[in-house]
C-alpha cells in the first residue's frame, strides 16, 4: 500500500493522486470513501455555511472529480483497461438522519442519483459503477463526532441486533469489483444488518 496525501475537493490534487497511483501500476478500479459530515452533530437549521460549503465540496463535488478522473483513466475509449468505481453511500439517504447529519445524508442521496446515472453512461466503456450503503458501523465516526456510543444506542433497531465492522463493508466492495460480479453495475448494496 502506498498513502497520498489528497483533497478530492480540489481537482489539481484528484489528478496528482491519480498520477501516483497509476507510477505503481495500472489503475483498474476506484473506491470513493472520502466524506465528511462537519462538526456540528443538530438539527439542519443550525448547521453554520460553512459546514454545508464543505461536506458538499468533499462529498459531491470531490465525489464527481474523482468519477470523472476514473472514467478518464479506465475507459476502453480512451484506450484504458476498464474496470470498476465503488462509491460509498449510507443507508442514511433512508431516514434522512434527523436531528444530527440532514445535511450529510442528502450528500449520500448524491451519491446514489451519480451511481446510477454514471453507470449507465460508461457501461460501454468498460467499466461498472455501483455503490455500497453501510448501515451504521463501528468506526471512529461517530465518536469523533461526539457521539461514541452511537452504533451501541442503535443496535435495537437494526434486525440483526449489531453494528457492521469495517471488514464486513470492505468485504462488500470487494465483491463488487471482483469478476463475480461482473454483470453488476447502477447497484446501490445496503450492508445495513436489515435496516
Avoid at 34 to 54: E, F, N
Avoid at 76 to 95: E, R, V
Avoid at 145 to 168: C, F, K, Q, S, Y
Avoid at 178 to 191: E, F, K, M, N, R
Wanted: glycine share 12%; proline share 6%; hydrophobic share 45%.
Amino acid at each position: 500500500a502506498h498513502a497520498v496525501r489528497a483533497d478530492v475537493s480540489q481537482p489539481a490534487d484528484v489528478e496528482r493522486l491519480f498520477d501516483e497511483a497509476a507510477r505503481r501500476g495500472p489503475v483498474t478500479a476506484v473506491i470513493n470513501n472520502a466524506a465528511i459530515t462537519g462538526d456540528l452533530i443538530g438539527p439542519l437549521v443550525d448547521v453554520p455555511s460553512g459546514t454545508v460549503q464543505r461536506v458538499c465540496d468533499v462529498n459531491i463535488a470531490g465525489l464527481i472529480y474523482m468519477c470523472q478522473e476514473a472514467v478518464r483513466r479506465l475507459s476502453l475509449d480512451s484506450g484504458g483497461p476498464g474496470g470498476s468505481i465503488i462509491n460509498i453511500s449510507s443507508t442514511a439517504t433512508k431516514a434522512g438522519s434527523p436531528g444530527t447529519w440532514v445535511h450529510y445524508a442528502a450528500t449520500k442521496g448524491a451519491v446514489d442519483v451519480l451511481t446510477v446515472g454514471l453507470a449507465a453512461e460508461v457501461a460501454k466503456q468498460g467499466i461498472r459503477v455501483n455503490a455500497v450503503a453501510p448501515g451504521s458501523t463501528n468506526t471512529g465516526l461517530h465518536a469523533a463526532a461526539g457521539m461514541p456510543d452511537r452504533v451501541e444506542r442503535l443496535n435495537p433497531t437494526i434486525p440483526m441486533g449489531r453494528g457492521a465492522e469495517p471488514e464486513e463493508i470492505a468485504a462488500a466492495v470487494t465483491w463488487l469489483m471482483s469478476d463475480d460480479a461482473g454483470y453488476i453495475t447502477g447497484a446501490v448494496l445496503p450492508v445495513s444488518g436489515g435496516r
